[in-house]
């Protein structure tokens, strides 16, 4: 009976070994898994892409800052993007790239509250809180740094403005679910405008109290839409445009590109420079999903805010652009596409965020210092020494 059980053993490894060389040598003989198709999205609001020019000189100084985060937004993302749009994009011509490592202080998997305030503040923290370290001890951000040094300053996002992103450069809580506490925050001095929805959190809370006269109190008009928005031109304001999240694209219309290029009208009014942070939000919503649509179409319109915020630095010449992500969602790949239908085929590894590092473009003065590979933490760095701040 050994004998014979040891005969069977030899000849299971035999099998094994014979099934395991076949697939090797199928492999080496290019015949590969068969791979079927799915999740192909064609879309049909392509856009032209007019050549920005680099600026005139690269040494000049960094008086506007405008700091552009697409929220899971990885190397696929864009390259989607681009194939969907004629195999060119805006971001192109930020030509000095690098990447950035997202790991939070208590996580390989960062979420977007750690990292954005590592981006925002320059420090690791535990995944859930914003603007504060490891210890719950309140951060200085980059916009009230900016803010001290006399610089007007912006946020735009996609979103609820209360949302983890945006929030990471004014709240400081333990948990980025505490939206009624972060509006809070934004009744400062130290931001000038913003642009997003979550009136709710400013005026149906569950303490009864409406914070609108308390923004209007230092100073901003508070506008309901883009439409009113239109009509302002300097000043303090916030726009406050739905109770809750905006609309994705294209039921929300051409909320981002407009909200930047107003952003960008007001904010250049100050004449020590400015900070402005935009955020195309729902690219990462569209990973989640596992949707190519959703990606691409997210990635398009946050196309076109870099378009204007390229033109006004390329005519400006004293504003670095620095455009990134918090981190990569969805494990997305792109594997086939038609370039003139804009049709892209993509796949997903995850629901959830990956932790792929994610790329950063740059242009304008002082853009090679983000050439490399560096902490998320020294985009922040990168920004205080463009500025010539101290810490």
């Known amino acids: 009976m050994i004998n014979i059980s040891r005969q069977l053993l030899l000849i299971s490894l035999l099998i094994l070994v014979n099934i395991s060389w076949a697939q090797k040598k199928t492999y080496l003989d290019g015949k590969y898994k068969k791979e079927t198709s799915e999740n192909v999205y064609t879309t049909t609001n392509q856009h032209i892409v007019v050549p920005i020019a680099a600026v005139a000189d690269p040494n000049v100084e960094v008086k506007n800052i405008i700091l552009m985060i697409g929220d899971g937004m990885g190397i696929s993302h864009v390259f989607a993007a681009m194939s969907a749009n004629k195999d060119q994009l805006y971001l192109q011509y930020a030509k000095y790239i690098g990447f950035q490592k997202t790991k939070s202080k208590n996580s390989y998997k960062t979420d977007s509250a750690a990292a954005g305030t590592a981006l925002a503040c320059g420090k690791k923290t535990n995944n859930g809180a914003l603007g504060v370290d490891e210890n719950d001890k309140p951060l200085t951000s980059i916009l009230t740094i900016a803010s001290e040094n006399n610089k007007a300053t912006g946020l735009v996002g996609a979103c609820k403005i209360t949302h983890a992103t945006p929030a990471a450069f004014v709240a400081h809580v333990h948990s980025r679910g505490?939206?009624?506490?972060?509006?809070?925050?934004?009744?400062?001095?130290?931001?000038?405008?913003?642009?997003?929805?979550?009136?709710?959190?400013?005026?149906?809370?569950?303490?009864?109290?409406?914070?609108?006269?308390?923004?209007?109190?230092?100073?901003?008009?508070?506008?309901?839409?883009?439409?009113?928005?239109?009509?302002?031109?300097?000043?303090?304001?916030?726009?406050?445009?739905?109770?809750?999240?905006?609309d994705k694209y294209p039921e929300r219309g051409e909320f981002l590109p407009r909200s930047t290029n107003k952003a960008l009208e007001?904010?250049?009014?100050?004449?020590?420079?400015?900070?402005?942070?935009?955020?195309?939000?729902?690219?990462?919503?569209?990973?989640?999903?596992?949707?190519?649509?959703?990606?691409?179409?997210?990635?398009?319109?946050?196309?076109?805010a870099i378009g204007e915020a390229l033109k006004f630095a390329e005519k400006d010449g004293h504003t670095l652009v620095i455009i990134t992500s918090d981190h990569e969602t969805g494990g997305m790949s792109v594997h086939e596409a038609n370039l003139e239908k804009g049709e892209v085929e993509g796949r997903f590894t995850t629901g959830s965020h990956s932790s792929l590092m994610v790329p950063v473009f740059a242009y304008g003065p002082g853009a090679e210092a983000f050439i490399g590979i560096y902490e998320n933490t020294e985009v922040f760095e990168k920004m205080l020494a463009a500025y010539k701040f101290e810490k």
Do not use: C
Not at 204 to 212: P, Y
Not at 229 to 241: F, S
Not at 284 to 302: C, K, Q
């Open 178 to 246: 505490q939206y009624e506490d972060i509006a809070e925050f934004f009744i400062t001095n130290s931001l000038d405008l913003f642009i997003g929805g979550g009136l709710d959190d400013f005026n149906k809370r569950e303490d009864n109290q409406s914070l609108i006269p308390d923004l209007e109190d230092v100073g901003f008009k508070v506008v309901y839409s883009i439409e009113e928005m239109d009509n302002i031109h300097t000043g303090k304001v916030a726009g406050l445009y739905t109770g809750g999240h905006i």
């Open 266 to 304: 007001i904010l250049s009014q100050d004449t020590d420079g400015f900070f402005l942070m935009v955020e195309a939000s729902q690219i990462d919503w569209g990973g989640h999903d596992n949707s190519v649509g959703y990606v691409v179409e997210e990635m398009l319109d946050f196309d076109r």
